[in-house]
């Protein structure tokens, strides 16, 4: 399970502490979202994250992204108008000079108004092989909201590989999926490998590798423009995990909160995130190579300058102090150990 993975105390990490005499001359990178048209999308994002979207059915907002399917750039300050992945290659520095061909994370808000595809992500070594050097897909949710009986599908019920072509085949659906009830504040770690879906009326933070890669294995039969979408079987198929694991292996419910500090929620290879809930305020000393973070409810005060929900920005290597205050909720996240 992965909560093995835990560390106690971000006290731990093993990046040094920063002198805090230095005064680090590197600016928050404050991000413009990009936003997804999706079948399944609702309108969340515009009524209640406020966001200026264009179109209906607004199903993601790629909230810190430098993947060629959406390259956010910087809002304003020395970098205004650059996009992320040119800032990764010409100013490796902000990054403390991570060691990556590409910005390692991909940072998400779904808004599922209906139910998602059923759908798988290979690891590292398979897409590489067959998608185009692409990395994997190792992901995990933060639930921002969800109805008083949401579940998510997350993992199956088939014993062994022929068990599992064999529902599949037959669609038998219901006998194969695995629904696990859920409710705000669950957090999820999805391992490549992991049949998947989100159900109708629940919205996600979602922290992610920098991969587009998903397998699906269902779609319920859906048409966009006419036409079903397109289903990847044989992949599938290739890259699920069987027996799959225990619900327990998935879920932490972060219900405890203790507020005015970080909460780690998970520390694996490809990603740390923590949990802050903020009522006073909070002090620290950014001492990782980056921090991402992302305002999903309320309003403070960041080192002088409002932020609210809806504000996404990463704190660059050697920022030094961070102060907030206010009654603010913040997914921050940073690359793995």
Known sequence: MFRENFVKDVENSRYPKEDNNKKSANEILYITPIFKQMIWGGN???NEWKYDIPYENAGEC???????????VVKEG????????????EKPEIFGNTVSDKFPLLIKIIDANADLSIQVHPDDEYAKKNENGSFGKTECWYILDAP????????????????????????KWDQLLREVPVKKGDFIQIDPGTVHAIKGGIEILETQQNSDITYRVYDYDRLEEGKPRELHIDKSMDVITVPAKPVEGYIIHTAQNETNKMQLLISCKYYRVWKLDIDKSISFTQKYPFLIMSITEGKGILNGRPVKKGDHFILPNNFGNVNIQGNIEIIASTIGK
């Not at 020395?78 to 290659?89: D, E, F, P, R, V």
């Not at 008083?148 to 669609?171: C, F, Q």
């Open 62 to 72: 790629w909230a810190v992204s430098a993947h060629p399917n959406g390259d956010c």
């Open 78 to 89: 020395s970098y205004a108008g650059k996009s992320l992945s040119q800032l990764w290659k």
């Open 44 to 46: 969340r994002l515009a």
């Open 148 to 171: 008083a009986d949401a579940a998510l599908i997350i993992g199956h019920n088939a014993r062994d590989k022929k068990e599992l072509e064999e529902m599949i085949h037959d669609g």
